[in-house]
């Protein structure tokens, strides 16, 4: 399945998304991740900076879900797909690495590529979209700004 701009735009406004695995005993483990972009139309790239537990579970079950909410907006999006883990002498690592490379500075060392093959993308709303039609993302911004006490700049 290929990321449109709808999705890489909003990955692009994104400053966290959640990395859902299996761990090894089969329970579903989520953590968060700050390093991640779009590599290509069917393919993310997220850096393993601190990410042990997701590279062991991924080793061993390769399904994953990649979920980002702008809180603002209430909305975001899911990606399924299938992961592999990608080491620093492998070849694709220097192909796949420069963009995580630039976010990452100095700051991290980069451990790991996990490489996302892109299955299905889904659209992630707040149940008020749902619940209210009438309801707008200018409105269910107002709330969220009132709701976390903040200002837009």
Not at 80 to 99: E, K, N, T, V, Y
Not at 113 to 141: F, G, H, K, N
Request: proline share 7%; aromatic share 8%; with cysteine.
């Amino acid at each position: 399945m290929k990321l449109n701009d709808t999705v890489r735009a909003d990955i692009e406004k994104s400053v966290l998304c959640w990395l859902a695995s299996v761990d090894p005993s089969g329970f579903p483990s989520v953590s968060p991740k700050e390093i991640w972009t779009v590599f290509d139309d069917t393919t993310l790239v997220v850096a393993d900076i601190a990410s042990n537990n997701s590279v062991r579970n991924i080793l061993k079950h390769p399904a994953v879900c990649l979920s980002f909410v702008d809180i603002f907006r209430q909305r975001g999006f899911k990606i399924q797909g299938h992961a592999d883990i990608i080491a620093p002498h492998d070849p694709d690592f220097a192909r796949l690495g420069p963009g995580l490379a630039a976010m990452a500075g100095e700051t991290f060392k980069i451990r790991h590529i996990i490489r996302i093959d892109v299955q299905r993308i889904a659209r992630i709303l707040a149940p008020s979209y749902r619940l209210d039609p009438d309801i707008d993302e200018d409105t269910m911004m107002k709330q969220a700004f009132a709701t976390y006490g903040v200002r837009p700049a």
